[in-house]
T-cell receptor
Framework: QQQVKQSPQSLIVQKGGISIINCAYE??????FPWYQQFPGKGPALLIA?????SEKKEGRFTISFNKSAKQFSLHIMDSQPGDSATYFC???????????????FGKGTKLSVIP | DTAVSQTPKYLVTQMGNDKSIKCEQN?????MYWYKQDSKKFLKIMFS???????INETVPNRFSPKSPDKAHLNLHINSLELGDSAVYFC??????????FGPGTRLTVL
């Protein structure tokens, strides 16, 4: 059972355009929603994260929009650049509650290609 | 300074062998993790280890055994390697409930 569904699987965007990646989750106990960026041959690196007490968080060109009632969250990359080309993962975790605590459940990833 | 390091970066071995992957973090974190990333890039938690408490993922075969000599190290030992074990293995660390920092990964190829 996949608890975090991510779409699209791949995305091609023109330089300067907006990249949008969507995720939906099932477990209402999730309370931390990070996005990770992974370049080929590297480990995932935290890009931006949100907790459900806010509906939006912005850091530079990256924005997370969060809809608690719909159990959905999305990543928006404004003014997309070729250097943003990477695989993006949404994830979710819940506060400590015994076995399985603090473990991130990842979406399947979105390969973003920004073309000049 | 590297925050989370793993060795080796590449590991090629034959089926049936036993191998270990080492992980060290210098961030002072109290929780460490092992993740497996398959050929389709899907990342899945294998283990988490917090203050000497090991949380085992039920889907991980018991051929996989994490060993933590101290809070800064979490090694992964794999017995009787199988073709399906080929993947990239990532170590990560965090303060409990906080951002997880990933290592560079170990690409394991089982022939």
């Amino acid at each position: 059972q996949q608890q975090v569904k991510q779409s699209p699987q791949s995305l091609i965007v023109q330089k300067g355009g907006i990249s949008i990646i969507n995720c939906a989750y099932e477990n209402t106990a999730f309370d931390y929603f990070p996005w990770y960026q992974q370049f080929p041959g590297k480990g995932p690196a935290l890009l931006i994260a949100i907790r459900p007490d806010v509906s939006e968080k912005k850091e530079g060109r990256f924005t997370i929009s969060f809809n608690k009632s719909a159990k959905q969250f999305s990543l928006h990359i404004m003014d997309s650049q070729p250097g943003d080309s990477a695989t993006y993962f949404c994830a979710a975790s819940s506060a400590y509650s015994g076995a399985g605590s603090y473990q991130l459940t990842f979406g399947k990833g979105t390969k973003l290609s920004v073309i000049p | 300074d590297t925050a989370v390091s793993q060795t080796p970066k590449y590991l090629v071995t034959q089926m049936g062998n036993d191998k270990s992957i080492k992980c060290e973090q210098n961030l002072g974190h109290d929780t460490m993790y092992w993740y497996k990333q398959d050929s389709k890039k899907f990342l899945k938690i294998m283990f988490s280890y917090n203050n000497k408490e090991l949380i085992i993922n039920e889907t991980v075969p018991n051929r996989f055994s994490p060993k933590s000599p101290d809070k800064a190290h979490l090694n992964l030992h794999i017995n009787s390697l199988e073709l399906g074990d080929s993947a990239v293995y990532f170590c990560a660390s965090s303060r409990a409930g906080d951002t997880q920092y990933f290592g560079p990964g170990t690409r394991l190829t089982v022939l």
